[in-house]
């Protein structure tokens, strides 16, 4: 199983971003795909979940600002987030769970300046 993620970048207070993450090694459409963040010092962090019948679900801190969504023929999820805030500024993941195993990509640095 593997899982790359990109779309980080540095942007200002306010800004947007979307992240996207490739998975290769699973049947992609069975699987619920999840986003994490880390901000130094941090553990890691839930940020979003997709279902495969794309139910979602977000943390409080980032209801309303952030939109996860997925595309099963391009083997893609995806992470639009909108009105970033500092406190955002975090290396982003996603992750699989398969077969009781979490797999995880390398992660995207997002940085937001106030």
């Known amino acids: 199983v593997q899982l790359q993620a990109s779309g980080g970048g540095l942007v200002q207070a306010g800004g947007s971003l979307r992240l996207s993450c490739t998975a290769s090694g699973i049947n992609f459409r069975l699987h619920t795909l999840d986003w994490y963040r880390q901000a130094p010092g941090n553990q890691r962090d839930l940020v979003a979940t997709?279902?495969?019948?794309?139910?979602?679900d977000y943390a409080d801190s980032v209801k309303g600002r952030f939109t996860i969504s997925r595309d099963n023929v391009r083997r893609m999820v995806y992470l639009q987030m909108n009105s970033l805030k500092p406190e955002d500024t975090a290396v982003y993941y996603c992750r699989v769970v398969r077969q009781g195993l979490a797999y995880w990509g390398r992660g995207t640095l997002v940085t937001v300046s106030s």
């Open positions: 997709i279902t495969s019948e794309h139910s979602t």
